[in-house]
């Protein structure tokens, strides 16, 4: 029906190649806990993951079953889905996961977006955040926008004011990196002009 509402982005992909992607997609972000992909597939693998947090919560054995259904190496990932992940999140009550949005990373300029677990080891907000508290001067007050990110990063992870100070004095150490160069999408303009002789 034209107009009528979608119940998920189908991704120019037919069912099972959705499938087989978002699975892909999950068992990579548990496995690193961030991934860098297009915007649309970042929305559709976080309904997933936010899932899969809560059947990981759960730890019953159906909701294990489940779980190893989704993962394509669960060997891998199930001990960490129910061991560690399940009690970062023990007492959150929702919202696992982030997508951030960030610059194009390949050269066709497809929206791109970084899919993260919230309060792990690669948190961007939390990282983002010290790197601002490092770039205040002695005496200088934090403006709301920060103190709200700040109680927003402690507030659910476990000695999070104390971590959080470390990490502004590690962010105060390092300096500035260049950005990494955009990925390559299209063949080399050298390659290109052979094709066509």
């Known amino acids: 029906m034209a107009g009528g509402h979608?119940?998920?982005?189908?991704?120019?992909r037919s069912s099972s190649h959705r499938q087989a992607l978002?699975?892909?997609?999950?068992?990579?972000?548990?496995?690193?806990?961030?991934?860098?992909?297009?915007?649309?597939?970042?929305?559709?693998?976080?309904?997933?993951a936010e899932s899969l947090v809560t059947l990981g919560k759960k730890n019953t054995e159906a909701t294990r079953r489940?779980?190893?259904?989704?993962?394509?190496?669960?060997?891998?990932?199930?001990?960490?889905?129910?061991?560690?992940?399940?009690?970062r999140y023990q007492d959150r009550p929702g919202g696992y996961t982030r997508v951030l949005r960030?610059?194009?990373t390949k050269e066709d300029q497809a929206e791109s977006a970084i899919l993260e677990l919230v309060d792990g080891p690669r948190d961007m907000?939390?990282?983002m955040t010290a790197k601002?508290?490092?770039?205040?001067?002695?005496?200088q007050e934090v403006n709301n926008l920060t103190a709200m990110n700040v109680k927003k990063v402690t507030r659910y992870r476990h000695n999070g004011v104390s971590?959080?100070?470390?990490?502004?004095?590690?962010?105060?150490?390092?300096?500035?990196?260049?950005?990494?160069?955009k990925r390559k999408v299209y063949p080399?303009?050298?390659?290109?002009?052979?094709m066509h002789l």
């Open 132 to 139: 601002t508290l490092a770039q205040l001067k002695e005496g």
């Open 125 to 127: 907000r939390f990282a």
């Open 66 to 87: 489940r779980a190893e259904q989704i993962f394509f190496t669960p060997h891998e990932i199930m001990p960490k889905l129910f061991g560690e992940i399940r009690r």
């Open 6 to 12: 979608m119940k998920y982005r189908h991704l120019s």
């Open 22 to 48: 978002l699975r892909n997609l999950v068992t990579s972000l548990f496995k690193h806990e961030s991934i860098t992909t297009t915007w649309h597939k970042a929305k559709e693998a976080q309904r997933l």
């Open 163 to 181: 971590e959080l100070g470390k990490m502004v004095e590690k962010m105060r150490d390092l300096k500035e990196e260049p950005l990494p160069d």
């Open 102 to 104: 960030i610059e194009p």
């Open 188 to 194: 080399e303009e050298k390659w290109r002009r052979d």
